[in-house]
């Protein structure tokens, strides 16, 4: 049986160094030859280095072990390539077992006869690794695994890696940098107008009116909307109906409310969050409803199994056990093992009925069934209700969180407030909230407010009044085009600042703050997405909770539903996400252009510019390229907004 495990990277060089755990569970250093064929990686078998101090015994001793324990199985496995948008999903790699290859330390020839060379093939040399197989491999669900666990954000101090980091020191610069900045522009505008804020239009904007807009739109989301989130699969019709009036209500009051775009920016992003967490919590309670009454059923099946009486002959009823397959019996009942199998039934049978299926509709019709035919057919359905039963538990470890015992007022609002959008039975929690930790994350987050105020109001909003004078005294749109460059220019530095500040505010200062609150324990807001080399590694590390969602409910859905390729999938994706940012773009510009939409969807054909020959193991070259990106992208957005 071949195994599903995640292949390992390989070096095409003659050999390196891996790690392996000795018997006492201290790591040795060894050092393994990849060989370039299939045929050298079978002979490479016979002659590896022992792993454990027993498998250096003699000869003599190997060959009488060997006698007692059954065949084993080789994996000859060809280097996988990452998928673009998924970077746990792997191109399945070409795999090629062998039964017992090692005879008395030897490969045996008959296997190295039917070994296929490598060659190019369109796919260049191919590198092959060695592997044991696993007795139990790990299965890919049906639903997106997400594996929530306790560690903290890049940038918290909390984050011994990041403490102990060798640039740590950079960190602390920039700060001071930042600091000395601010003290600068204020003395100026002290010196120029008396207020070391200056003219303050910005802080006067914020706070004009309306200054709890979130407050209206959670009243919304959790006092209308839980009556649908907690009921069954049948109405996730009427979800789908309430989501899409949800985020036309967000966009419309801001429209009838004429707020200020800072305004107006809270109340979209914030409706968008709500409706993520409105979807992924239907969804997926939709679907353990749904896995729910699929094992209620079985289990009045096996009632109604236990009333047969069984008939003395062989019975003719069909399906005869000789037809069924059970060799899932031999693994544990588990979520993983039950879609696992249903993938491989489905690819195998189509659209015929599963045996399940079969030994339902006899059960029903009341057919005679022999001794043999109500035994196996009692494991069959057994298995299959414990299997369902394990996907309803999740990884909840408390009853009080297994569907359907979650649904409840109180797990919906708790939910409602954690810094996911998400849904999981179970996440893990910490064990007391630190109100100085909550305390040190509130001042950092005023602080950043006021820093992107005095930046905002010393470089952005004169050359934002610059282009609004422009066009109130009567400038073509081609003498306005000619001032494109220089706003371009004026405007890259502020917005860089401005960017990578307001990512801060958020990931770092409020969902560190909400996390706390709340005893969520998986503080892994993003990933290292300053080091990225291509567009798509940077659309999985800066925002890990929006890309899980994506990820989730968007490419693996799409997927699931729409029974469309991978790489599709990753092209809805992307267009979903570039249609949502452009739709705040046009709450607060009032155009629709579609600037954002075009910039950001630019971003599939720079994926695969990455991974061509030139650009492929350039790493310093490819993160060159990703921050002339970052630098330019935001301000020559906001520059043909202004402009045009």
Request: net charge neutral; with cysteine.
């Amino acid at each position: 049986m071949a195994t599903t495990e995640e292949p390992r990277p390989v070096m095409k060089s003659k050999g390196h160094s891996v790690t392996d755990l000795n018997n006492h569970g201290v790591r040795a250093r060894r050092e393994v030859h990849h060989p370039a064929d299939l045929a050298e990686a079978l002979k490479a078998v016979g002659h590896r280095a022992p792993d454990t101090p027993s498998d250096s015994n003699s000869d003599s001793g190997r060959e009488d072990t060997d006698k007692d324990k059954p065949l084993q199985s080789v994996l000859l496995r060809r280097k996988s390539t990452n998928d673009s948008y998924d970077d746990s999903a792997v191109v399945t790699p070409e795999i090629v077992p062998f039964e017992n290859p090692e005879v008395n330390g030897k490969s045996s020839p008959k296997y190295l006869q039917s070994v296929p060379k490598s060659g190019s093939q369109g796919e260049g040399n191919k590198t092959y690794v060695v592997e044991r197989e696993k007795v139990l491999p790990n299965r890919r669900e049906k639903l997106r695994d997400m594996v929530f666990t306790k560690q903290f954000s890049c940038f918290d101090r909390q984050n011994q890696d990041a403490a102990n980091s060798q640039f740590h020191g950079f960190y602390v610069l920039f700060w001071i940098g930042m600091t000395i900045l601010i003290i600068k522009m204020g003395a100026e505008n002290w010196r120029k107008t008396g207020n070391p804020l200056g003219t303050n239009e910005i802080m006067k904007t914020m706070f004009r009116r309306d200054g709890r807009t979130g407050h209206q739109e959670d009243h919304l989301t959790v006092d209308i909307v839980v009556v649908l989130l907690l009921s069954d699969g049948i109405m996730c019709g009427l979800t789908g109906i309430w989501q899409t009036l949800f985020i036309a209500g967000v966009v419309g009051l801001t429209l009838v409310r004429d707020w200020p775009w800072t305004h107006t920016v809270f109340f979209v992003l914030h409706g968008i969050v709500m409706l993520m967490k409105q979807h992924s919590y239907a969804f997926y309670n939709g679907h353990l409803s749904t896995v729910y009454k699929k094992r209620q059923s079985l289990l009045f099946k096996l009632k109604q199994l236990e009333l047969v009486s069984p008939v003395s002959s062989p019975s003719s009823t069909s399906p005869q056990v000789s037809t069924l397959s059970t060799s899932h019996l031999e693994l544990p009942p588990s979520a993983n093992e039950y879609h696992e199998r249903r993938r491989s039934l489905s690819k195998l049978q189509g659209a015929e009925p599963s045996d399940i299926e079969n030994i339902s509709n006899a059960i029903e019709a009341a057919e005679p069934l022999d001794m043999e035919q109500l035994h196996l057919f009692e494991r069959l359905i057994k298995w299959e209700a414990d299997a369902l039963a394990d996907e309803l538990t999740g990884k909840a470890t408390d009853p009080a969180h297994y569907y359907p015992n979650n649904l409840t007022f109180r797990n919906h609002y708790e939910y409602i407030v954690l810094p996911t959008v998400v849904y999981e039975l179970q996440y893990p929690r910490s064990d007391s909230i630190k109100w100085s930790y909550v305390a040190e994350k509130a001042c950092a987050l005023i602080g950043v407010i006021f820093v992107m105020i005095m930046i905002s109001q010393a470089y952005i909003y004169p050359v934002v009044m610059r282009t609004v004078d422009m066009k109130e005294m009567g400038w073509t749109t081609a003498q306005r085009f000619q001032e494109f460059p220089w706003v371009l220019s004026d405007l890259i530095f502020p917005f860089m600042m401005e960017y990578l500040l307001a990512w801060y505010l958020i990931w770092e200062t409020v969902l560190n703050i909400l996390a706390e609150l709340t005893y969520f324990a998986d503080r892994s807001f993003y990933d290292a997405w300053w080091n990225s080399v291509s567009w798509d590694q940077y659309a999985r590390d800066w925002n890990r909770p929006v890309h899980n969602f994506l990820l989730r409910h968007v490419y693996h859905s799409s997927i699931s539903s729409m029974k469309v390729n991978k790489h599709t999938a990753t092209l809805i994706t992307f267009f979903l996400s570039a249609c949502v940012h452009e739709l705040v773009m046009w709450c607060i510009f009032k155009k629709l252009r579609g600037y954002l939409l075009i910039l950001q969807m630019c971003q599939l054909p720079l994926v695969k510019l990455s991974r061509t020959r030139w650009l492929r193991n350039q790493e310093t070259l490819g993160n060159m390229l990703f921050w002339a990106g970052i630098f330019t992208g935001p301000s020559l957005l906001c520059s043909l907004y202004l402009i045009l």
